[in-house]
T-cell receptor, first 116, second 111 residues
């Protein structure tokens, strides 16, 4: 079976432009997460979706960041008016169910975003 | 104070030696603990998960958890050059499903 897929793999944009990053989770996984990883740093949580519940947006760094998950599957992370500090690798992960022992998060290959 | 702390390294060990990676966390109610391996330019992959105090072994890897001292460690026996990577410690609380990651320890295994 396919793993988590993300697109694009690389994105170069100009400061002030909007970007959309896509994540396709593992089929059947109900939980979906977005993280970002700046150069040489650990992963920073951004947002979490679980089924039809309201998402946990507590990690979004500003109101320029938003995400949605349509039909409980594919998710899109949108960054409006990009800034140079938004440059990072954006990683998506999915897990089967949020139950201890089954909550292992599997990561996609990431989208490398560079804001010039 | 960071929520999850790791020594950034690099930790350099000779091939065949035991590599010991450590992690401390600040949230006492944390319930689930994970070690991910991340090769340069790649995404993290799960190595071990541990939920209870004590040791958990899987092949050459042993995870150790001490909730009273709030630390979790990963031992890699018979280290191989292919183990050279950054090892990320991640912690999950009891009321949140997000993972809090440390900044990672870079391991170098010398042939």
């Amino acid at each position: 079976g396919a793993g988590v897929s993300q697109s694009p793999s690389n994105k170069v944009t100009e400061k002030g432009k909007d970007v959309e990053l896509r994540c396709d989770p593992i089929s059947g996984h109900t939980a979906l997460y977005w993280y970002r990883q700046s150069l040489g740093q650990g992963l920073e949580f951004l947002i979490y979706f679980q089924g039809n519940s309201a998402p946990d947006k507590s990690g979004l760094p500003s109101d320029r960041f938003s995400a949605e998950r349509t039909g409980g599957s594919v998710s899109t992370l949108t960054i409006q008016r990009t800034q140079q500090e938004d440059s990072a690798v954006y990683l998506c992960a999915s897990s089967l169910v949020p139950v201890q022992g089954q909550e292992t998060q599997y990561f996609g290959p990431g989208t490398r975003l560079l804001v010039l | 104070q960071k929520e999850v702390e790791q020594n950034s390294g690099p930790l350099s060990v000779p091939e065949g030696a035991i590599a010991s990676l450590n992690c401390t966390y600040s949230d006492r109610v944390s319930q689930s603990f994970f070690w991910y391996r991340q090769y340069s330019g790649k995404s993290p992959e799960l190595i071990m998960s541990i939920y209870s105090n004590g040791d958990k072994e899987d092949g050459r890897f042993t995870a150790q958890l001490n909730k009273a001292s709030q630390y979790v460690s990963l031992l890699i026996r018979d280290s191989q050059p292919s183990d050279s990577a950054t090892y990320l410690c991640a912690v999950q609380g009891d009321s949140s499903y997000k993972l809090i990651f440390g900044s990672g320890t870079r391991l170098l295994v010398r042939p």
